[in-house]
């Protein structure tokens, strides 16, 4: 059994950045994918990015590649999202996931999920 807990979400304007962790407990970390979702008001959950356990492969949502970057820390059980360039659509919860097998972007392959972060970017 896997925790997750997100932190780093926050109130920010447009243009800015942000940094979002999310440390795991139990399991063994350094076996699993892990993704980034986040889902807006009103909305489905999408999926954001996600990487594979060393890291080596990363995958994105064509509308954050380039803005926001995937990375992993098996050492410190972190997986990080790091935002830049930060849009209002981007306004939403962001969800860390874990999943057995290979990194993907379907929300239901994922064994594991946090809590949640909100993200609100104001214009």
């Known amino acids: 059994q896997v925790q997750l807990v997100e932190s780093g979400g926050g109130l920010v304007q447009a243009g800015g950045s942000l940094r979002l962790s999310c440390a795991a407990s139990?399991?063994?970390?350094?076996?699993?994918?892990m993704g980034w979702f986040r889902q807006a008001p009103g909305k489905e959950r999408e999926f954001v990015a996600t990487?594979?356990?060393?890291?080596?492969?990363?995958y994105y949502a064509t509308s954050v590649k380039g803005r926001f970057t995937i990375s992993r820390d098996n050492a410190k059980k972190t997986v990080y999202l790091q935002m830049n360039s930060l849009k209002p659509e981007d306004t939403a919860v962001y969800y860390c996931?874990?999943?057995?097998?290979?990194?993907?972007?379907?929300?239901?392959?994922?064994?594991?999920w946090g809590q949640g972060t909100q993200v609100t970017v104001s214009s």
């Open positions: 990487i594979n356990w060393s890291a080596l492969r990363t």
């Open positions: 996931a874990a999943k057995t097998g290979p990194p993907g972007e379907i929300a239901n392959e994922y064994d594991y």
């Open positions: 139990g399991g063994t970390f350094s076996t699993y994918a």
